[in-house]
């Protein structure tokens, strides 16, 4: 198995650029979540889904939409970069009948 | 708001000795913890777990260890080698959402 698998690893955008970062696992894992982690701040949840067909705003949802239309991928959409979403992202999965979570390698996004 | 919190933002070591984390956190609802390590451009990887009905649980060179009444727990790392090296952090997993920890970065000196 693959795991979790990210892209792209790096990217830079000008402010008010969109784009998509792609999350998927194959270990047909129900739940997966996406973070951002920031220094001294931890790993704060933006968006999750339970399921196929299912989302929901995490702790910091703003500026960011996702979807998840098969169990295995889950994009995070930045509408329009800015500045303050400059950070990593993690994107993690695992089974509904476990806490344990699996972590992408991550996405360092940077926003000028 | 609920948190968690790490005593020592880093941590040095000589290899082979124990290593001890720590980690405060302040919701009593919280039923599950999490132990994770991070290494320099990587995601988090799981360690360790335990629930809120168990003081200790052992894995392999690791040891956690909960008390409730203070709200504390902490990861002892036995024999510490230079691939422990690494950014470690708690997880507390309460009603709904999950709340992680900043982080205790260890070196292990050789």
């Known amino acids: 198995n693959a795991g979790v698998t990210q892209t792209p690893k790096f990217q830079v955008l000008k402010t008010g650029q969109s784009m998509t970062l792609q999350c998927a696992q194959d270990?047909?894992?129900?739940?997966m979540s996406w973070y951002r982690q920031d220094p001294g701040m931890g790993l704060r949840l933006i968006h999750y889904s339970v399921g196929a067909g299912i989302t929901d705003q995490g702790e910091v949802p703003n500026g960011y939409n996702v979807s998840r239309s098969t169990t295995e991928d889950f994009p995070l959409r930045l509408l329009s970069a800015a500045p303050s979403q400059t950070s990593v992202y993690f994107c993690?999965?695992?089974?509904?009948?476990?806490?344990?979570?699996?972590f992408g390698p991550g996405t360092r996004l940077t926003v000028t | 708001g609920e948190s968690v919190g790490l005593h020592l933002p880093t941590l040095s070591v000589q290899e082979g000795d124990n290593s001890i984390i720590n980690c405060a956190y302040s919701?009593?609802?919280?039923?599950?913890f999490i132990w994770y390590k991070q290494e320099s451009g990587k995601g988090p990887q799981f360690i360790i777990d335990i629930r809120s009905n168990m003081d200790k649980r052992q894995g392999q060179r690791v040891t956690v260890l909960l008390n409730k009444t203070v709200k504390h727990l902490s990861l002892q790392i036995a024999a510490t080698q230079p691939g422990d090296s690494a950014v470690y952090f708690c997880?507390?997993?309460?009603?709904?959402?999950?709340?992680f920890g900043d982080g205790t970065t260890l070196t292990v000196k050789p």
């Open positions: 997880a507390e997993k309460g009603a709904g959402k999950s709340t």
């Open positions: 993690a999965s695992r089974r509904g009948s476990s806490y344990e979570q699996y």
């Open positions: 919701n009593s609802a919280s039923d599950y």
């Open positions: 270990m047909n894992h129900e739940y």
